[in-house]
């Protein structure tokens, strides 16, 4: 069998049906589809046993709820096909998106075969529509270092396919409990052990873009424990640079700036966190690597002004900087 689609699911009922139609579309493979109910409380879960009943590709796992992370799990460990992948279920795929990712894939034996995506948004707005329509084949240096700046290559797991005999023989599993980060931790562990990486660099996911899902709305309610996910993943990242692939550390330092400072921008929302020892954290490691912020400052999301002031300030005048600054951009 070609490949082995896993779909967590939790509460998508609206979406649902176009989602796994999308799957049972797909062209010139052999595939199985795993639904792994996680707990829902509308009708997701009785619409996959409906798919269940009539598809004998489909199978139907029910579990009590425990996030996306354990969901790709426990599909993860009843799939059979040579590559796997994980879509999200309020989402769509165009129906050639598997034939051209595994056509590259068997062409090149590639551990990962990555592709584009468009975003449509609830109103039916279509955006991130750049691609350039070629194919690329990457060493796997090549493939962490597109990643880690997010050149071709995304974070989201969904975008991607993944030889299940490399990631079974590496140990390369989702981390489960998280409810946010889970992707990028999955792929830097995929990526690392992944001795050719492919893109197919066309748009064949499509991405719903909503404005209450699990992931926008997380940060807001739970800030403590995505700040935590957040320097997991971070620190996850530069240990394993750091261990396995030294020489590129610099790739690694950019990433995690990037991203402390996204991290930043929302903490910076929760005058109640301002005193945080993390927070503390998070600030030092950008000052200690301020060779790296001084020479992509515009790349990573600072002014020259912002630039100067986080290696300056002390850390509550440069929150309060930031809290203004994006209320001033309101």
């Not at 040579?82 to 551990?111: C, R, T, W």
């Not at 975008?159 to 830097?188: A, P, W």
């Not at 396995?244 to 991203?259: A, D, E, V």
Request: hydrophobic content about 35%; aromatic content about 12%.
């Amino acid at each position: 069998m070609d490949i082995s689609v896993i779909i967590p699911i939790y509460n998508v009922e609206q979406y649902l049906k176009k989602c796994v139609d999308s799957v049972l579309h797909q062209e010139n493979v052999s595939y199985e589809i795993i639904l792994v109910d996680d707990g829902s409380t509308d009708s997701s879960g009785k619409i996959c046993d409906e798919y269940a009943a009539k598809h004998s590709e489909i199978k139907c796992i029910h579990t009590p709820n425990a996030g996306p992370s354990t969901a790709k799990n426990i599909g993860y460990d009843i799939a059979t096909g040579n590559y796997v992948a994980f879509i999200d279920s309020d989402d769509e795929i165009k129906p050639d998106m598997f034939y051209q990712m595994l056509h590259s894939g068997y062409q090149n034996n590639a551990d990962i075969v990555c592709c584009n995506y468009i975003q449509i948004d609830e109103g039916g707005n279509i955006s991130h529509t750049e691609h350039t329509g070629q194919e690329y084949v990457l060493t796997q240096e090549e493939a962490l270092i597109a990643i880690l700046i997010k050149d071709k290559i995304y974070s989201q797991c969904w975008t991607k396919i993944y030889k299940r005999s490399t990631m079974q023989e590496n140990g390369v599993r989702n981390r489960e409990g998280l409810k946010t980060e889970e992707d990028f931790i999955y792929n830097i562990q995929a990526f690392a052990c992944s001795k050719t990486v492919c893109i197919v660099d066309k748009p064949l996911y499509i991405y719903t873009h909503r404005e209450k899902s699990l992931s926008k709305d997380y940060y807001r309610d739970h800030i403590s424990q995505y700040i935590d996910n957040r320097i997991l993943r971070l620190e996850l990242v530069d240990n394993i640079i750091h261990k396995r692939f030294p020489h590129l550390q610099k790739y690694s330092t950019y990433h995690c700036i990037f991203y402390y400072n996204e991290l930043i921008g929302r903490i910076c929302l929760f005058p109640k966190m301002y005193h945080d020892a993390r927070v503390q954290k998070v600030i030092s490691y950008i000052k200690k690597h301020s060779d790296v912020l001084m020479d992509y400052h515009w790349k990573l999301g600072f002014s020259k002004t912002g630039t100067k002031l986080i290696r300056f300030l002390p850390v509550t005048l440069y929150l309060h900087y930031r809290y203004w600054k994006s209320n001033f951009k309101l």
